[in-house]
């Protein structure tokens, strides 16, 4: 990505977590004191981080080999990517429920689902072409939409499997 388009990314990103602070805590979370178990975050960022880098992985070869993309195609083609799964993440990552059973603050939901459509409909805008954007073709927006679908059902299976046999509830 281009400088510009890193610099949005992280600043479409950190809008999208300013609700983290407001978000509801389950009552088993808040039940007694917690202490941070800084080796279980540890290993956990370690499952999932490669899971998060194959998805890129997989985006970069569609660009290139599915979508035929140039450099601008590509460039906003894993802009989009990248910030949809790095957002819309939270919603799987921030309990060890299932995410269809905690729902998140109103705010922290707002504001992270409004950054990733903003990264979606930037390349759409007349603003595009500021930050080195083209707009990519319809069949790019349902490959993100099947690729971000399965990325998070993924994300949360692995977080499933991994609090019940790495880390389960003392």
Known sequence: MLPTQVLLNNLLYDASEAGVPLDNV?????????QWDLRLIQRFMLVLGPVSS??????FYALLHLFNADEALFQTGWFVESLAT????????????????S???????????GAAAVGALLPL??????FGF?????SFYL??????????????IIKQVFFRY???RQ
């Open 26 to 34: 389950e009552a088993e979370a808040l039940a007694l004191p917690v």
């Open 54 to 59: 194959l998805f890129d992985f997989l985006t």
């Open 86 to 101: 790095q957002v819309l993440v939270i919603f799987v990552i921030r309990t060890r429920r299932s995410p269809w059973l």
């Open 103 to 113: 729902r998140p603050n109103a705010i922290l939901a707002g504001l992270s689902l």
């Open 125 to 130: 805008t007349p603003l595009a072409s500021f």
């Open 134 to 138: 083209v707009v990519p073709p319809t």
């Open 143 to 156: 490959f993100l939409v099947a690729a971000v679908v399965t990325y998070l059902v993924l994300v949360e």
């Open 166 to 168: 790495v880390a389960p």
